[in-house]
T-cell receptor, first 115, second 115 residues
Framework: DTEVTQTPKHLVMGMTNKKSLKCEQH?????MYWYKQKAKKPPELMFV???????INESVPSRFSPECPNSSLLNLHLHALQPEDSALYLC??????????????FGPGTRLLVL | DQQVKQNSPSLSVQEGRISILNCDYT??????FLWYKKYPAEGPTFLIS?????DKNEDGRFTVFLNKSAKHLSLHIVPSQPGDSAVYFC??????????????FGTGTRLTIIP
């Protein structure tokens, strides 16, 4: 099973709303990731959680707040977003690094539109 | 600064022929390389990877070649099938201090297989 699930699939929100994106994996992976992808661009890393602790924050604005409640779940809390934050938000997970070279497995993404 | 580059935004190949997708990188610290395939409105799907200690890795119809001195890798798909039509992303990683992978993606190549 190499499935990463994300909800919701689509989200429309106003600039004053608060919403959350959810990601779940049951592969026993200990690293989880949030990426942002704009149209015709490659995915850009936002956050990395390793063993449920935030290990990388790629200078993401504070209106994006990640949370890892347990090893299978990853949330991204959204507040006071801007229209330019509209994008596809991708979650990924990978095994802990024992040997180098564990691929990241991606979910289908949440397509976010900020009005 | 684009550290991973895919200079061909699109490629068309006849069904049954070989598809060759190219990728160049500039960061000599990268030590692990991956190829992902992406259909519209879906997350990237992991295809194949290669460690910098190897120069070739094969998995079914997919072969990845790495030329470290030229900082170049390529993905060969043979024979090409209509279902291979998608956007292909090259990605490179360097192990972070936390033992997880920080992926840098190329800009993608849209492959179209002509029946």
């Amino acid at each position: 099973d190499t499935e990463v699930t994300q909800t919701p699939k689509h989200l429309v929100m106003g600039m004053t709303n608060k919403k959350s994106l959810k990601c779940e994996q049951h592969m026993g992976h200990r690293a989880m990731y949030w990426y942002k992808q704009k149209a015709k661009k490659p995915p850009e890393l936002m956050f990395v959680y390793s063993y449920e602790k935030l290990s990388i924050n790629e200078s993401v604005p504070s209106r994006f707040s990640p949370e890892c409640p347990n090893s299978s779940l990853l949330n991204l809390h959204l507040h006071a977003l801007q229209p330019e934050d509209s994008a596809l938000y991708l979650c990924a997970s990978s095994q802990e690094i024992v040997d180098r070279g564990n691929a990241q497995y991606f979910g289908p993404g949440t397509r976010l539109l900020v009005l | 600064d684009q550290q991973v580059k895919q200079n061909s935004p699109s490629l068309s190949v006849q069904e049954g022929r070989i598809s060759i997708l190219n990728c160049d990188y500039t960061n000599s610290m990268f030590d692990y390389f991956l190829w992902y395939k992406k259909y519209p409105a879906e997350g990237p799907t992991f295809l194949i990877s290669i460690s910098s200690i190897k120069d070739k890795n094969e998995d079914g119809r997919f072969t990845v070649f790495l030329n470290k001195s030229a900082k170049h890798l390529s993905l060969h798909i043979v024979p090409s099938q209509p279902g291979d039509s998608a956007v292909y992303f090259c990605a490179a990683s360097v192990e972070s201090n936390f033992g997880n992978e920080k992926l840098t993606f190329g800009t993608g190549t849209r492959l179209t297989i002509i029946p």
